[in-house]
């Protein structure tokens, strides 16, 4: 009985297969990306502890700035999910251009913040060397995010029709760019001057570029073009960026205050000292290994839920969303376990060719963390799973409304009490960064049990097709 249980949940529409097909190309294609991080990090540890310290701080603030804009222009993915199931597959192409258009503004807007960061770094107040470090590589990751902001729209072309095996390739190879210039320019081989950090950040500039390179091409294909208007929908349309703006910018702004909360959350982890701030760094570094997958999962359960309610199949929605939570969960549950027991896999490749003296209190605090990491990414499969199964429906506000309360006064503002105020250490910041993320899980798995996500959608109704010439119309003939 169980086992037939498991064959109908396993093929059923929504069902477990279902799920995973459009999830494994996804989970790959973030996987790749947190290889990327993890790698690049790993070779700044190596390289000097200020590196590693300066590299998470000011990356992680580049991509604040970016996120508002890749909040908006990568909800195109939920438009082209909904239009896709709807069957109006002439409105993918023309949507997709709105996204870029957005992405172009951004990447315009992120320029202007080179000038700022001198003045930024120094408010910060992190110690000499590493604010060097930070300032350098924030201005050079400024140069790369109009690619990363136009890549996640024109992802949405293919994630959003289900077909996400592209989408995966296309980050493989950005990736494998990325960690070999890493391993050249960091470094200093094959006759590179060694840049460190600076070289870092040109691997990943450069890494982006050839991302937009690749889906440049792949939409530019003729098959897409007839079909989706990928090509002939170039020009603006006020209508769809107006629905773009509507539901992509409660998006942008959760998912900016989202990373703002946890960048003042790192920037105050490195007032306690470079160590502490290294540490969490690469606690962080680690949990992307178990984390970006879930966000492969989590877009893929946006998509379903659109596609299903373009075809206003709502339970077939619900029902997907179950499916890949039990898979997420599953898959969560035993990395926590493997980080609590076996932390030392995941913290050696850091210490393998740094500096054993500075490293070694570097290496007690991270295992340390880890145990905070196991706990609440257990509660961060539901923060994942149930936030993207709403937003993939339409309802962006409340997951705006909720991430900006809780951001503010579930995370940055303890945080600041506790260290600034209380002089707490290290273990305090993360016991409020653990409550965060699973009174945010808790809350978003409220929301999607409510049912009210059911009812809403970001497209217009297609137009019911009338038969007006009775050939074409068999069922009639037949009635008469």
Known sequence: MVWKYFLRQWSADGGLREVLNVAIPLVLSTGAWSVQHFVDRMFLSWYSPEAIAAAMPAGILIFTFMSFFIGVASYVNTFIAQYHGAGMDEKVGPCLWQGMYVAF????????????????????????????????????????????????????????????????????????????????????????????????????????FFSLASYLVLIAAPVYNKRFHTLKGWRPDSDLLAGLLRYGIPSGVQFFLDMAGFTAFILLMGRLGTINLAATNIAFNINTLAFMPMIGFGIAISVLVGQYLGKDRPDLAQKSVYSGFVMTFGYMFTVAALYVIVPDIFVMPFAANADPARFDEIYRLTVMLLKFVALYSIFDTMNIIFASAIKGAGDTRFVMNIIVTGSFFVLVIPTYIAIELLGCGLMAGWTIASVYVIIMGVIFYMRFAGGKWKQMRVIERPNPVICTERPECPVIDLET
């Open 105 to 208: 503004f951004g990447g315009v807007i992120i320029l202007f913040l080179i000038p700022l960061a001198g003045p930024i770094f120094g408010f910060i107040g992190h110690e000499k060397g590493v604010s060097v470090y930070e300032k350098e590589y924030f201005e050079y990751l400024c140069l790369g995010a109009y690619p990363v902001i136009a890549s996640s729209a024109l992802s949405g072309f293919f994630s959003g029709r289900g077909r996400t095996w592209p989408v995966m390739w296309v980050n493989t190879a950005s990736t494998a760019v990325n960690l070999g210039l890493d391993y050249i320019l960091i470094f200093g081989h094959w006759g590179m001057p060694e840049m460190g950090i600076k070289g870092a950040a040109i691997a990943t500039v450069v890494s982006g």
